[in-house]
């Protein structure tokens, strides 16, 4: 099994504490009937192409969903000790139903395929210019209004919003059935938590492939855990709680307005040594960035393979890190690999640095 080491020695002032301390929350939101108790929240989009009806009760389907996407979230958060936290979600407490903009689309269905995600973010942004009281941060989720679950549409993460379909096939009070319908409910509900980790600053990775079958692991959502959730355990990594914890969306505080995403995210690293023994590659490196971290990430990256990139979080001394992978870890072992490191910046900025690793040689790593 690998272990990433977390040992926070630092005394520089720009890395903060791991965990947070309890902050108060700055009261909460309140738009209309719906409330929440965090100053930032998911933006909800429902978009209608021009020859689509809305889908029936989408409202309710969709609440449900997010709203377990929220306790999701919450659980994970928690298990990496980063105490009750998810992301904002706006609801009326009165009918557990969360706030949906909806927009309307100019165009028809056909004109909104798989690569027509700025098309519609376009038509989103347009909407919120004329309505700037309903968007409550700068993540987004668009759920597209399709006839048909396996009509094309856009289906991913972009910058801050990710893109994911409604319809009425797809309900979340089916989701434990061992039933055709059950399962394209549990893919679907895979496929909307991945795709929101995206929405939220959360890249590709995966853990270690010991951990897949250790009680209380098993596979990260943002590798293939699109497709193992509902049936086995399905886990954020640590690296992405440290990202979420620094998401807007999770901040318990109120910010000055421009705090998150705008700070100086200047980074420089340097890798100083790379050893193999005994099976396990080691890394030392150092590094300075331009304003507070509170970790740093590293990414064990295979050539065309990110969804493979084993992750863990590695900090030891001032300006220097260290980590260390087991290579009975990764899951490819017929190419070049990289390490990224990565910066988390406290206003939930990032910024990496990638450097040669290793490359396989008749199944054999060998240091480049």
């Known amino acids: 099994m690998s272990i990433f080491l977390c040992s926070i020695s630092c005394t520089e002032d720009f ?3 791991e965990i947070p301390k309890s ?32 889908r029936p009760e989408y409202e309710r389907r969709i609440s449900e969903f997010l709203l377990a996407a ?11 000790g980063y105490g009750n936290r998810t992301f904002g979600l706006l609801k009326n407490p009165t009918t557990n139903r969360i706030k949906i903009n909806v927009v309307s689309g100019s165009k028809p269905m056909a004109s909104y395929n798989y690569s027509s995600g700025n098309q519609i973010l376009s038509e989103v942004n347009s909407w919120f210019a004329v309505h700037p009281t309903d968007k409550t941060s700068e993540h987004t989720i668009v759920f597209t209004a399709t006839p048909s679950i396996n009509t094309e549409i ?23 059935q061992n039933t055709t319908r059950g399962n394209q409910v549990k893919a679907y509900m895979g496929g909307l938590l991945h795709e929101l980790g995206h929405g939220m600053n959360l890249p590709h990775d995966a853990l270690p492939k010991s951990l897949q079958n250790t009680p209380g692991y098993g596979t990260s959502l943002m590798s293939w855990g699109n497709q193992t959730y509902g049936y086995s355990s399905t886990i954020l990594s640590k690296p992405t709680a440290a990202i979420l914890n620094n998401c807007q969306l999770f901040s318990t505080v109120a910010k000055p307005a421009g705090y998150f995403y705008n700070q100086n995210h200047g ?39 990110p969804y493979h990139a084993v992750s863990g979080t590695a900090i030891q001394g001032s300006n220097a890190f260290y980590t260390y992978l087991d290579i009975s870890d990764l899951y490819l072992t017929d190419r070049s690999y990289t390490i990224v490191v990565q910066a988390q910046f406290v206003d939930g900025g990032s910024n990496w640095q990638t450097f040669p690793l290793f490359n396989f040689v008749n199944g054999t790593p060998v240091i480049q």
């Open 70 to 80: 929220q306790e999701y979230y919450r659980q994970n958060m928690y298990n990496w």
């Open 154 to 176: 856009p289906y991913y993460g972009l910058g801050r919003n990710c893109f994911v379909g409604d319809n009425e096939y797809n309900d979340y009070q089916y989701f434990n």
């Open 267 to 305: 980074m420089q690293a340097s890798v100083t040594q790379r050893t193999l023994s005994n099976g396990r590659i080691h890394v030392w490196g150092n590094f300075s960035v331009g304003s507070p971290i509170n970790s740093l990430n590293v990414y064990f990256m295979p050539k065309d393979a």
């Open 23 to 54: 902050e108060p929350i700055a009261g909460k939101t309140t738009i209309g009937a719906y409330q929440s108790s965090l100053p930032y929240n998911l933006n909800v989009v429902y978009f209608i192409p021009s020859d689509v009806s809305a």
């Open 15 to 17: 890395f903060e504490n």
